[in-house]
Structure formats: C-alpha cells, structure tokens
C-alpha cells in the first residue's frame, strides 16, 4: 500500500509504494534524500482518486541509490581522488551569480568593441610600414608632385563633383592606413564660346568657398599666396566629426590646380600634408609662359609646415 507524506525541503506531497518505514528516498521536485516516516498506509481508492473522483497528479518519491546517510539538504557527492580536492567543492557554499539585465550585456559588448577598435589602430599605427614617397608627373595636368603611394587610378571617383566645376583630369594616391588622400585637381577655363578664359585674383576666393561649402566642414585658413609666379590661395578647413584638410588653389593663366591632402585623422602640421604640398610643380611650358609680366618662378611656403623637431 502507498504511504503518503510531505517533503521537507520543498513542501511537496509525495506518495511511495510498498516497503518498510525509514528508508531512503529522493524527492521527485527538489531531489532532496530524506527517509520514508512511518505513516498510516492509503487505501486503494485513496491511491488513486481524490475526493470527486479524479485521478490525482503527485511527485513520486524514487528511491535512493547509493547515498551516503546524511542531513536532506546536503547534496549528492561524487568520488574524487583522494590527493586533490574536487572542482566543485568550492561552490557549494557559494551565492548564486547576480542576474545580469540585457542592458549590463549591452554595455559590456560596446565598451569590447570600443577597446577593440582602439587596439587595432593603435597596432596599425605601430606595425604598419610608412609610406613609401615617389615622384609622379603627370603629362596631361602637365606637373609633379610628391605622392606617399603609386597613383590610383581611380582617383576621380573620390572627389565629389559640383556644377560649373568638372575637372579634366583628377590624379593622386589615398594611404589608407591613415584614412588620408592626397590629390591633385585641374581644369582649363572657358568661355561659352570654347575660348580661353583668363580671370583675375579674385577668382581664387571663389574657388575655396565652393571647395569648403559643405555642410559638414568648417573653413579655417585661407590666406593669399604665391607659386611658380602665379596667384595662388592656402587653405584649410577641419570636418566637423575630427580630422583636417589643406590644400591651395592656383590660377595659372587659364588653368586651375586644386590641392588637397589630409583626412578624418589628420592634423595641423602633418609633415606628409606639408610635403605633398611643397612639391608640386607646373611643368606644362605653355603653362609656365603664361606667367604675368615680371613674375618670378618663386613659390611660398605651403600651408601647415611641420614642426622644429620633427
């Protein structure tokens, strides 16, 4: 006959089978050991069905295998060797770990992130090789300058176009280790006829304001200057989420030069900007012969020059 008795550990009624008084089982909702009391056996119909007759759903009692005597909560052990202590005895007074929010994970994958990204470019920036300088002349703009890489080809697609302002040809490199460009723009002006056009100074400050009027940079420098003898303009101008920009604009009769270099994590006094810049120079002859009357081949020193000790 079933002996029906109330779990200590966990509250629940458990029903056992046939069998003497005292012996161990284990409970079937917190697995705890305890010992059958010696309790008035159920009747059969009690065995089966409640009161309105329906048959009754309780955690069944198994008996114990092979378990050492002890107090109910204790837990079951497991042999370990005698000259080392088992892993997880060091847990079984500890506190179960704090419950972690989706926030707290959140939080912690973007702060790995964050480090992460720092660390590679910091480990970019120290194992990466420099740049390695060449000079490139150019046949069609007809000029050199100094680049940190072979010319890419594809320059062109990286300089954004704006009316009234297609150049005819766009050459230079992008070292992107340091997420910089380097470029050399140009364009012959002219009227609405196809004839040469020759305007004076002033168009010079026209022509940064058009390269600066984007709405995410702010212009800084913009200063008068000279090169090879004709007007020229420096400038620079920083974007609004970090990084400068410097270039400088030159008039030669009736072509433009437009120079730019730097980037996102470029600053004042780049050496590489300053070289970039320095270097350039026209050597198209019908170019140069267009210089005004009296000008000397003469060039001021580029925007951003870099500092004493480097």
Known sequence: MAVEFNCPGCGGTLRTGDGPAGRLVRCGGCLAVLRVP????????????????????????????????????????????????????RYDDAEPPPNRGQQFWV????????????GCCGLAAVVLPEPTWHEH????????????????????MRVKPQKDRKHDGVEGTSVWTRSENYIVAHRDLKDARGN??????????????????????????????????????????????GGTVSGRVVLAGNRVYVLVAGGQFSEPGNPSVHRFLKSFRITDKKILAMRPPGAKDETDDPPDPPDDDE
């Open 38 to 89: 010696d309790a008035q056996p159920l009747d059969a119909l009690d065995d089966a069905t409640d009161a309105q007759g329906r048959t009754e759903l309780l955690p069944v009692a198994h008996p114990a295998e092979a378990v050492s005597p002890g107090p109910a909560e204790r837990r079951p052990t497991r042999p370990s060797r005698p000259d080392r202590p088992r892993a997880d005895d």
């Open 107 to 118: 939080s912690v994958t973007l702060v790995a992130m964050f480090v992460g990204g720092c």
């Open 137 to 156: 002349e150019s046949e069609k703009g007809g000029f050199r300058v100094d680049l940190p890489g072979d010319a890419d080809p594809d320059m062109a």
């Open 196 to 241: 040469p056009r020759f305007p004076d100074a002033k168009f010079l400050e026209t022509e940064v304001k058009a390269i600066t009027s984007e709405s995410n940079v702010t212009l800084g420098r913009n200063e008068p200057a000279t090169h090879q003898g004709f007007p020229a303009r420096d400038f620079s101008y920083e974007f609004k989420n």
